[in-house]
């Protein structure tokens, strides 16, 4: 991975190739704002779609949820956010990060906030998930949503931003389980890093010191990652103790505790929370797969994105753009393949090398080329990115040849 000067090379890749846009730039801009292009869509989607597999949808023990962003004040207040959210400012006094804003109109108006973490939405619907769907202990509810934090220096392109996304899990376990859960979840954080493409071995644990811990966390690990700006926490893996429910249920007053099966007797849960920042993910994602190398005697630049995140599995070429019978045989293989591969392209701007070329910068696993022989015998050539190699598959073989 190079180091000098990669995260101003990683922002101009991103503008210039449709993953990442500056916020409000025809009016210069919004600090701590990023907009999400064409290709940073499809990235951003392919990293969601994973947790969710991984953490969600192949096990049995968990619930998905999407709360709502706005909720009502007294939820904040309860769980320390209004008296405790703040950051120091530079003359020592503390700024309150939420985003707060009001409903109603006039003298109606009620004051409330932005959500500045999805876990909220996610403990007031915890008595929801129970009564509905009628879990056993251990269980968990897993989001994705947008957040909000009145950053005073957003900064580091999308790894600190005003508005961001997260990837949260709350599960839910008896008290003396606690410890074998957080060993579970935090195995599944690394097997995650290798699913999305991490190199083995850039996410680093960092024991949390009580001193430095969330006022509700009995134990916390930072997951690590070495960004071009230097080290700094990509997720975050917690044990929150009753500390939510209990101070919800004696807030609102209604009963959030679970009965035990053998006993009985009613408890509160235990929780664990592995917490992961969309952005910063992706920018970890990014920061890994950017390289510079020569290829054919040329400089190029490359993201060697793993396929499973990569924006584009494969692209479709004719190899001259002004054969109609080569960009219609072309044409022909990308709707075919399109139906078994959504993420594919058809590409003809330009020659062919500067087609490869624009395929490497946006990290393409694979480059499918129709010439002249496809016409005669079916088959096209197949690149691969990482090594510039080429061979001829059989147009019916690229579904099960091309890596997605």
């Known amino acids: 991975m190079v ?29 701590g704002t990023w907009d999400y292009g064409p290709f940073g869509v499809l990235l951003q989607e392919n990293v969601k779609q994973l947790w969710c597999h991984l953490f969600v949808n ?25 008296a405790g959210f703040a950051d120091p400012m530079a003359d020592g ?65 999308i790894f600190r931003q005003r508005e961001f996304k997260q990837m949260e899990v709350e599960y839910f376990v008896r008290p003396a389980e606690w410890e074998k859960a957080f060993e579970e979840w935090r195995s599944l954080m690394h097997a ?6 991490l190199p083995k071995g850039s996410v680093h644990e960092l024991e949390v010191p009580e001193s430095e811990r969330a006022h509700y966390s009995k134990r916390t690990i930072d997951f690590e990652f070495e960004y071009p700006f230097g080290r700094k926490e990509l997720w975050g893996l917690a044990y929150r103790g009753d500390f939510d429910l209990t101070a919800h249920q004696s807030s609102s007053g209604v009963d959030l ?44 630049v490359v993201l060697r994105l793993k396929s499973s995140v990569a924006p ?38 330009g020659n062919i090398g500067k087609r490869y070329r624009r395929q490497d910068e946006i990290g393409t696993p694979s480059c499918i080329t129709v010439d002249f022989d496809t016409l005669k015998d079916e088959t096209v050539t ?14 019916r073989e690229l579904p099960k040849t091309i890596p997605i």
């Not at 995260?7 to 991103?14: A, N, R, W």
């Not at 995650?192 to 493409?197: F, M, N, S």
């Not at 197949?382 to 147009?395: E, F, M």
Request: net charge neutral.
């Open 192 to 197: 995650y890093a290798e699913v999305i493409g």
């Open 3 to 31: 180091m000098n000067g990669t995260m101003e090379k990683i922002i101009s890749l991103c503008k210039r190739r449709g993953f990442v846009f500056p916020g409000s730039e025809i009016y210069g801009g919004l600090a």
């Open 382 to 395: 197949l690149r691969d990115r990482d090594s510039g190699q080429q061979h001829r598959v059989p147009i």
């Open 93 to 157: 006094k503390s700024f309150n990060t939420m985003f707060k804003t009001s409903i109603g109109a006039g003298a109606e108006a009620s004051a409330t906030y932005l959500r500045p973490e999805t876990a909220g939405g996610i403990f007031l619907n915890f008595k929801n998930i129970l009564d509905s769907m009628h879990p056993t202990l251990p269980f968990g509810i897993g989001q994705i949503g947008k957040a909000f934090r009145n950053e005073i220096a957003p900064r580091d392109f």
């Open 312 to 349: 584009i599995k494969a692209a479709v070429f004719p190899l001259l753009k002004n054969k109609s019978e080569l960009v219609k045989k072309a044409r022909e293989v990308f709707t075919q393949l399109k139906k078994e591969i959504p993420q594919i392209m058809f590409d003809d701007n």
């Open 257 to 300: 505790s679970c009965a035990d099966e053998k006993s009985g007797t009613r408890f509160i849960p235990h929780v664990i929370e592995p917490s992961f920042g969309v952005d910063r993910t992706i920018l970890a994602i990014l920061s890994s797969a950017y390289d510079e190398d020569e290829l054919g005697g040329e400089k190029r």
């Open 58 to 82: 192949s096990r049995d023990d968990m619930y998905p949820l999407d709360a709502a962003i706005l909720m009502n004040p007294k939820a904040w207040e309860a769980s320390g956010h209004v």
